[in-house]
């Protein structure tokens, strides 16, 4: 019957949007490069307010 | 009691938990303000979220929560402003009272005070929300004690520590809200399942959480009050 | 000579994130289902663990300050709370971002994800208070008081997983998965560390610093010696 030769093409084309090793979901790379960008930024701003407030020799002739 | 013989914990607790309560009804002006802030709460809710009675009846435990929420914040600020204006704190720590005691007795008239709030909302509720008590009038009360209870204890402890810094009434709620919110989860979905009937069985599930949070809570409170007031 | 050791750390932190990032980016395979959006949990997981850990520590501090008033303690409890809300707010972040192609939602509330805002939520309120109480030895108590209560919340955080149903990943063990996702994910986990260690170390010295200007008296007032409060405390 028609279905007995239709079905496995269509089998196959359903397999061929899932290749093994790509995954499911496409691309994202937006995603992931926005991800390691918030994180080194963080990093990086935290770092430098640690520079701008590291710690200063106490002075005893400073009034507060 | 007599001079000879300081006020065990419980007896300590009590006497303070009696002062309490009796300035509080003495000045009934501020139970009132309480009152009727947490009424106009419930209002405002139902205007808010429309006139649609069924989405108001699903979600009426959330909002009898939120509502006793808010006036918590007021009793529980307002809990040590009388030993901060009169500088009485300091009387307290000089008597021969346990400062575990100061905690029982403000904690649990800070209970009180909620429970009796809520006890009167309930039949608002009903009159405004048009929820039913399908599983009873004895389920209700047990969550509303465990819930008054868990919202208590922690914020008589911050309301100890906040009332002393400054931007006290910002500093409680900030405080208070995010250590909350798990028994408060508790308590509506509860209180929710008392409305509409409970046919999953999960009542029990939700309590042994409330008084879980209670016990943790309330055993915090215990062991680290005597740190937060002393000089 | 600390200070040499402080500046190696961070230089070995700096080159283990890029290696980190190397791995994750390039090295390690795309998941089976989630594709390179897999990529994200290389940065996510390990920075929801430093947060963890650096929440801890505050907890452990918090304690020891108020069984023993060194200054040592409460600085440390500073430093390692401030510490523990950035790597939890990028975790957090990061999480969200990971959930939007996996999920479809930006954000959902589950309980871990909700008992993790929580926390976040519960530490900006520690350091709050921090800022609003002048009197450093009743911040130091109250704030212990504060972190202890505070991390309540941390086991709850850790077994929400087992505790209710819920659509966060169950915590996968390395058997079950590729070992170069293992592998990378180890690295940066010891990466974040590294610059973790640095993070709250540097932090640390910031608030000793600011202790001593705290409670070095002006000279025209009588005072106590410098580097003891008050009431005797060493700094």
């Known amino acids: 019957m028609m279905l007995d030769r239709v079905l496995p093409l269509l089998i196959e084309q359903l397999a061929a949007q899932y290749p093994v090793g790509a995954g499911r979901i496409q691309g994202g790379w937006g995603y992931v490069w926005a991800s390691y960008g918030i994180t080194w930024g963080a990093f990086a701003v935290y770092s430098l307010s640690l520079w701008l407030r590291r710690a200063h020799p106490p002075m005893p002739e400073e009034h507060q | 009691m007599n001079a000879r013989h300081p006020p065990g914990l419980l007896e300590g607790a009590f006497l303070i938990l009696r002062k309490d309560l009796l300035i509080e009804w003495h000045t009934r002006a501020r139970l009132n303000a309480l009152l009727f802030f947490a009424l106009a709460t419930l209002l405002i809710f139902s205007f808010a979220l429309g006139p649609d009675t069924k989405l108001l009846e699903q979600n009426a435990g959330g909002y009898l929560w939120l509502a006793i929420l808010f006036a918590s914040l007021m009793a529980l600020g307002e809990s040590f402003r009388v030993e901060r204006e009169n500088a009485s704190l300091d009387g307290l720590r000089l008597l021969p009272v346990n400062p575990r005691a100061v905690f029982l007795g403000k904690a649990l008239g800070n209970a009180a005070i909620l429970f009796g709030l809520s006890l009167v909302l309930i039949p608002v509720m009903v009159g405004l929300f048009g929820v039913s008590l399908a599983l009873g009038l004895g389920s209700l009360g047990l969550i509303l004690v465990l819930g008054c209870l868990a919202i208590s204890a922690p914020g008589t402890l911050y309301s100890a520590i906040a009332s002393n810094a400054r931007a006290r009434d910002v500093l409680l709620p900030l405080l208070l809200f995010p250590l909350i919110i798990p028994a408060l989860l508790a308590a509506v979905k509860a209180t929710s399942l008392v409305f509409q009937g409970d046919p999953m069985s999960q009542l029990n599930s939700w309590l042994l959480l409330l008084g879980g949070f209670n016990l943790t809570y309330w055993g915090l409170g215990v062991a680290l009050f005597p740190q937060v007031i002393e000089e | ?235």
Request: hydrophobic fraction near 55%; charged fraction near 15%; aromatic fraction near 14%.
């Open chain 3, 1 to 235: 000579m600390a200070q040499r050791t402080r500046q190696g750390l961070f230089a070995l932190a700096v080159a283990m994130l890029a290696i980190g990032a190397w791995l994750g980016l390039s090295w390690a395979p795309p998941d089976r289902e989630m594709g390179d959006v897999q990529r994200i949990m290389y940065v996510h997981v390990p920075s929801m663990w430093m947060a963890l850990l650096a929440m801890t520590l505050n907890f452990a501090c918090s304690i020891g300050y108020l069984l023993k008033k060194s200054w040592a303690f409460d600085s440390l409890a500073e430093a390692s709370a401030e510490v523990g809300m950035l790597f939890g707010a990028v975790g957090l972040a990061l999480g969200s971002i990971w959930a939007r192609p996996t999920w479809g939602v930006w954000w959902t509330w589950d309980p871990r994800l909700t008992t993790a805002a929580i926390l976040l939520v519960a530490y900006a309120g520690y350091l709050a208070l921090r800022r609003f109480v002048e009197d450093p030895e009743r911040r130091a108590v109250w704030a212990a008081v504060t972190g202890i209560v505070a991390f309540v919340d941390v086991p709850l955080i850790w077994y929400s997983v087992q505790w209710w149903r819920s659509i966060h990943q169950i915590q996968s063990s390395p058997k079950t998965v590729d070992p170069q996702m293992v592998l990378t994910l180890r690295w940066n986990t010891f990466a974040f560390l590294a610059l973790g260690i640095f993070f709250i170390w540097s932090r640390y010295r910031v608030a000793q610093s600011e202790r001593r200007h705290e409670l070095a008296a002006p000279p025209t007032l009588p005072s106590a010696p410098q580097g003891l409060t008050a009431s005797g405390v060493r700094l």
